[in-house]
């Protein structure tokens, strides 16, 4: 299954593995993961996966973590922490030398209950760069968060496309949901915190690729 879509997209990974219970008997929950990039990528699936899945539904999993190798999820979402964590820490000394400075002229008690005239802008001053150094924190962690959804739909559209079974893939993300206590919709604030989209949005995504192949399909079929 992991072959024939590897050699169909001229790509390859290095491990598939199981992921089971170190208890007896137990499955773990249904899921499917891939670590690694490049050369290095490996697919795990977990015991309940295999366990509780069709075969369709296995596969649709499988081809969306290979989606995730394809499109070099783990790289890219690893250079862009990366790049996010250099502009907080750049931020930060920035913020830092400034509240120093601050503090070289009046003492923290001075600028926190001191008494604010119009004249007396250091209270200002550090509530701004406190105000700052949380927004720069809550704003990069809803763009990690929404670079990760925009990744999970990339996967998707490529489980879409390298299976062609659009019941499957929505069979799969039902299940997924409901085994793992997953809600079908999410509020739009719930959603922006979330690293993956909403099942439901994951399910229009489908039905939004079968109307474009029923679309492109030419008039006498495929053949």
């Not at 923290?108 to 604010?116: A, H, K, R, T, W």
């Not at 989209?197 to 995504?205: F, Y």
Request: some cysteine.
């Amino acid at each position: 299954m992991l072959n024939q879509l590897c050699v169909r997209h001229k790509t390859s990974i290095r491990h598939f593995f199981l992921l089971e219970s170190r208890k007896p008997g137990k499955l773990l929950l249904p899921n499917g993961y891939i670590t690694g990039w490049g050369r290095t990528s490996s697919i795990l699936l977990s015991s309940g996966l295999l366990k509780a899945f069709p075969y369709a539904e296995i596969r649709s999993v499988i081809a969306h973590e290979l989606g995730h190798h394809i499109h070099r999820t783990t790289l890219k979402k690893q250079l862009l922490k990366s790049g996010l964590l250099l502009a907080e820490l750049f931020l930060y000394a920035v913020l830092y030398h400034w509240l120093q400075e601050l503090l070289l002229n009046h003492s923290l008690q001075e600028l926190l209950l001191g008494p604010f005239t119009s004249g007396d802008v250091e209270l200002p001053v550090v509530l701004f760069i406190v105000i700052l150094a949380l927004s720069m924190r809550l704003g990069c962690f809803f763009v990690r968060q929404a670079y990760s959804r925009r990744h999970e739909y990339l996967a998707d559209e490529f489980a879409l496309r390298a299976t062609l079974d659009v019941p499957a893939f929505k069979n799969s993300m039902l299940r997924l949901g409901n085994m793992n206590n997953i809600p079908l919709i999410l509020s739009p604030s719930q959603e922006r915190s979330r690293t993956h989209p909403a099942k439901i949005s994951r399910l229009r995504h489908a039905d939004e690729f079968a109307a474009r192949q029923a679309r492109d399909a030419p008039a006498g079929g495929w053949y």
